[in-house]
């Protein structure tokens, strides 16, 4: 789908690889609304972007429906979804304190797999009202996993549980749209330089990615944001993720 004279919304873009990711589709053309937390950078960069900011928690479920609506609203439709919203803990299934806390694996499962199924069903609903274009295309919904989803390491039990419920999510969700021509595909990211990783010494980071085939570094939110147009451009990319990791597999720890 041609990326120029369409809308966008970006959730988690006020920085990382989402916002490098808005910032792409600004520059190809796009109208973009950010979905972030209300203590993030979400309205200076939606205002940069020339584009609008409505804070949500991803885990507000009902929170998030009247900030996703809101936006649609204020674009005018949705031709493209980017979700980056997530994050994990560090804790074993069984710790020196006992079994995992069930409530802190629902916490995970929430932020990363609910809060993933529940803004790409809200999106889809929006980008089944637009016109097909000339591929007879509605829209193009892009999730993000984890290399942790196929490689979890130890203390990533609920991190990988609900990135490996991203992955599993592509194919038949993209097979429930199909028919009305919205695709659906997974980045699935190993270590990149965003947030606090960012923050990494140098040393740690090559530590960090000493596994990787090449390059062996972390990755760039503009790495991210290339797959992404590429994605959203190409109509056979459906119901499948790509691996964005230079070939580096997490070892046990």
Known sequence: MEI???????VGGASGMAKATAEMLVREGAQV??????????????????????ACDVTDFEGTEAALSAACD???????????????????????????PLDEF??????????????????????????????????????????AAFEGQIGQIAYTAAKGGIVAMSLTMARDLGSLGIRVMAIVPSLFATGLTKLIPDDLAA??????????????????????????ETPMLNGSTIRLDGGQRFSPK
């Open 106 to 147: 629902r916490r995970i499962m929430d932020l990363n797999l609910v809060s993933t199924f529940n803004i790409a069903r809200l999106a889809a609903a929006r980008m089944s009202q637009n016109e097909p274009d000339e591929n007879g295309e509605r829209g193009v919904i892009l999730n993000t996993a984890s290399i």
């Open 74 to 100: 204020e674009l005018g439709a949705l031709h493209f979804l980017c979700n980056t919203a997530g994050g994990g803990i560090a804790m074993r299934t069984l710790t020196k304190k006992g079994p995992h």
């Open 207 to 232: 530590s960090l990615t000493r596994d990787a085939a090449f390059p062996k570094r972390m990755g760039k939110p503009e790495e991210y944001a290339r797959l992404a147009q590429a994605i959203f």
């Open 4 to 10: 120029a004279g369409k809308a966008a919304i970006v």
């Open 33 to 54: 609304s950010i979905l972030d937390l209300p203590t993030s950078k979400g309205a200076e960069v939606a205002k940069d972007l020339g584009g609008n900011f409505h």
